[in-house]
């Protein structure tokens, strides 16, 4: 029995229009991560996060909790749990994550931000105002949800005075460069994924780390979006050799992450399957995608190594956190 | 088999439903990693015969397409296989799961 879909999608598009997020997370969980860095609120260059990042231990959570029903075929619960919806927020209910999977994440954030503050890129953040970009509604077809979301959007970036963004995921990323301009009129904000920023600067380098490694391209950065070399070229610089798979670049293999909600199982199936292709060439698989990363650690056994690259950036170039 | 002649004007209407252009050569299916046998060419074939009934049938197999472009990367014909799984969502949604408000 599988998750019935017009109940999950109508979740969806009801938080989107009440709430401007897909799974409404909370403050502190949005924008805890900036903690002692010192970012400027606001300014022309933002670090924009579009809650990525921040999303994903709760995603995992709740795709834990699907694939449960999944299973046990207990589905009539959702059309009561969509009209609840409506009333009080449920979706925090569904998705409850441990405080050491949300650090992990965070700490993500935290690197990359550190990174582009080490190579002197100057930028501000919008805190509260850095919204969840509205992705998955557009990927599920919810049209209407989606572009009154993205007019949304667009209203507080103008009035926040910003010119730049720096995404840190490839699927804000494609949101705010490829899609938006075709559904919000006068958007012309200049997006740029972090490592097409990194990659234009010097790093300071601590340390050559030394060692071989497999990279897995996001399909979206890979092929929606072109960014390929930037990866590559700060992982050069890094002193990690890098082994490509198979599939890779342009024929990059999907993780299975788009399905994580819906279709749980068919999930973890394309994961395995991915995971077996990168472990052929090395047993240490770097992604650029929180989604990737999720997907792929779920379905890697022991012996397989699973890191974003912000990882080993951050191991190259900057001090370690106290 | 019923043939439902708006079906396929609402499509078009919908966005960028561009699989009248196929040529039937069947690499996208192979390249596809869910690896069913109806993604997604045959999936085009009731589309472009306007074959509603049965393409509501096979919500589920349009939900669960990945829009990972995978089979677009060697498309002869240079279509937007995503994006067209994409129209037939949202024509799913509004068609048929009553989800069009904003
Ligand atoms: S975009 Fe959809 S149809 Fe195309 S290869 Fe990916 S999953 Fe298959
Ligand atoms: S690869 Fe392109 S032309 Fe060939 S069957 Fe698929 S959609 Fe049609």
Redesign the pocket.
């Known amino acids: 029995m599988p998750v019935p879909i017009q109940s999950t999608l109508g979740m969806l598009g009801d938080n989107l229009k009440k709430r401007h997020s897909a799974l409404p997370i909370g403050r502190k969980a949005a924008i805890g991560w900036t903690r002692g860095l010192d970012i400027p609120r606001g300014g022309e260059t933002v670090l924009y996060t579009g809650q990525m990042w921040q999303m994903v231990p709760a995603i995992n959570a709740m795709a834990g909790r699907l694939a449960k029903y999944e299973k046990s075929g207990s589905t009539r619960l959702f059309g009561f749990a969509r009209s609840m919806n409506k009333l009080v927020n449920l979706t925090p209910f569904l998705a409850r994550s441990t405080p050491a999977e949300r650090k992990a994440f965070d700490d993500r954030l935290r690197n990359i931000a550190r990174l582009l503050q080490a190579a002197g890129v100057k930028f501000g953040y919008l805190y509260e105002k850095d919204l969840y970009s509205g992705a998955l509604a557009y990927d599920e077809g919810l049209d209407e949800n989606f572009s009154a979301h993205a007019r949304y959007v667009y209203g507080v970036l103008k009035e926040a005075g910003v010119k730049r963004l720096i995404t840190v995921d490839p699927h804000t990323t494609n949101m705010l460069r490829s899609v938006y301009p075709k559904h919000v009129p006068g958007f012309d904000f200049e997006v740029r994924s972090y490592l097409e920023v990194l990659a234009e600067h010097t790093l300071p380098t601590r340390k050559s780390l030394d060692r071989s490694a497999t990279i897995h391209d996001s399909c979206v950065y890979a092929r929606y979006e072109g960014v390929l070399e930037p990866p590559r070229k700060l992982l050069a610089g890094s002193g990690v050799a890098l082994a490509e798979p198979e599939l890779s670049g342009k024929l990059t293999f999907c993780c299975g992450g788009p399905l994580e909600t819906l279709f749980p199982s068919k999930s973890h199936e394309i994961a395995t399957k991915r995971v077996e292709q990168l472990k052929a060439v090395s047993p240490k698989v770097i992604t650029a995608c929180p989604l990737c990363l999720a997907n792929l650690s779920r379905a890697a056994p022991a012996d397989v190594d699973v890191k974003d690259i912000s990882d080993y950036l951050a191991e190259a170039h900057l001090p370690a956190e106290a | 088999m019923k043939v439902d002649s708006g079906f396929l004007h609402t499509l078009h209407l919908g966005g960028e439903f561009d ?1 009248n252009l ?8 192979a390249l596809c990693p869910l690896g069913i046998e109806l993604m ?2 045959k999936l ?1 074939r009731r589309v472009l015969l306007g074959d509603k009934e049965s393409v509501v049938g096979q919500s589920e197999t349009i939900f669960s397409c990945l829009l990972c472009r995978m ?1 677009e990367s ?4 240079g ?1 937007h ?1 995503a994006e067209n799984v994409r129209s037939l969502r949202t024509y799913l949604n509004h068609e048929v799961y009553g989800l069009a408000e904003a």
């Open positions: 699989a196929c040529m039937n050569c069947g690499t996208c299916t997604p060419r085009f089979c060697n498309c002869p014909a279509i296989i």
